[in-house]
């Protein structure tokens, strides 16, 4: 396993919704913290939004303030060239994750996490919440996610 300092290392991925959403967002740009197992996301409405929104996590988690270097790791994907362009601007390494190996990338792995638990309660509660608004049901999964975050290997 890899031990870091919190953003010492961080996992991007872009991931489309799976339907129409509240917003007309298409696609969330989501950021992992294998450090502090900590995570977030913003919602974009076009690919080509994706540097706008790795500037908003950079700000979110600070990481151009941190006394030591920062790296994203991401794959290799078109959008990824503006995200990669965000981090050299704020002074961020990168890396890039291979393609055709999913489970290397922490951001894969948890998005589908997320997702599956957000499918899930969105069939638990059919009728209550309509699937529109699986948006806010993956962003309120990540916000509880933030509050557990640790491992036994952090003690």
């Known amino acids: ?25 298409r696609y969330c740009l989501a950021i992992f913290d294998k450090g502090t197992m900590r995570c977030n996301k913003v919602d974009l409405v076009f690919k080509n939004q ?4 790795m500037d908003r ?5 600070g990481l151009h303030k941190f006394p030591y ?6 794959d290799g994907c078109g959008a990824m060239t503006l995200i990669e362009q965000s981090c ?4 961020l390494n990168t890396s890039y994750v291979p393609v055709d190996d999913q489970s290397l990338n922490y951001a894969e792995v948890m998005l589908r996490r997320t997702f599956d638990a957000a ?4 069939v638990d509660l059919r009728g209550v919440i309509p699937a ?10 990540m916000r509880q996610n933030n509050y557990s975050a640790t491992t036994t290997e952090r003690d």
Do not use: M, N
Request: charged share 15%.
């Open 1 to 25: 396993s890899l031990r870091s300092r919190p953003g010492e290392h961080v996992w991007l991925d872009l991931k489309p919704y799976p339907g129409p959403v509240v917003g007309d967002h």
């Open 50 to 53: 994706a540097g706008d929104g």
């Open 57 to 61: 996590l950079i700000a979110a988690w």
């Open 69 to 74: 270097q920062c790296t994203a790791h991401f």
């Open 88 to 91: 050299w601007q704020h002074g």
């Open 119 to 122: 499918c899930a309660t969105l």
């Open 132 to 141: 529109r608004y699986i948006r806010e049901v993956v962003s309120t999964i």
